[in-house]
């Protein structure tokens, strides 16, 4: 018999670079991963999607730019300012806010806020934590601003399809 897992605030496995600690993950679980994430203000996912796996994003704390459906028109520039065929546009979510994506639908999360946010992040299947070690690696190397070309070709070998640039955005106004 297995037991579950209990933990107390706070604990978890850091992930370094990325800000985020890992809570469950393919050791425990070949279902998902879930994950405590810290988004920085200015810090923008990009625009991408997952042919195999599905996500959940639920605030804790802050605002996120969120988006979870299909583009109109081309997928590119600011996805911020795209909008569905059905009228669908990019939400600002504030704690309690929940972003479910399917295989295959785009997403991203932008924090256009002056103060972090926090969120709950679950993904099935799980290793994703795996991906995420190797970006902080990549985003930490250097001291500049991370190499969009081997952040594509990173997250082309976990299932990740990048639309828009991965990084840092200026705030607005």
Known sequence: MTDGLLLPPGAGRDIPGVD???????ERSRQWSVFEARVAPGFDV??????????????LEGELD?????????AEGDWRVWESDSGASVFRGGPGSFMH?????????????PMP????FMVSPSGH??????MAELVTAGGGPPDQAAIAALRARHDI?????????????
């Open 46 to 59: 990009g625009a991408h999607l997952h042919h195999h796996a599905e996500e959940m994003f639920y605030i």
């Open 117 to 120: 946010a926090r969120m709950l």
């Open 66 to 74: 969120l988006l979870a459906f299909h583009p109109r028109d081309e």
């Open 101 to 113: 994506v399917p295989a295959g639908c785009p997403h991203a999360f932008f924090n256009a806020g």
């Open 20 to 26: 985020m600690t890992l809570k469950v993950g393919a």
């Open 161 to 173: 399809h990048q639309l828009t640039a991965f990084g840092r955005r200026p705030l607005p106004g």
């Open 129 to 134: 934590e795996d991906y995420l070690r190797e």
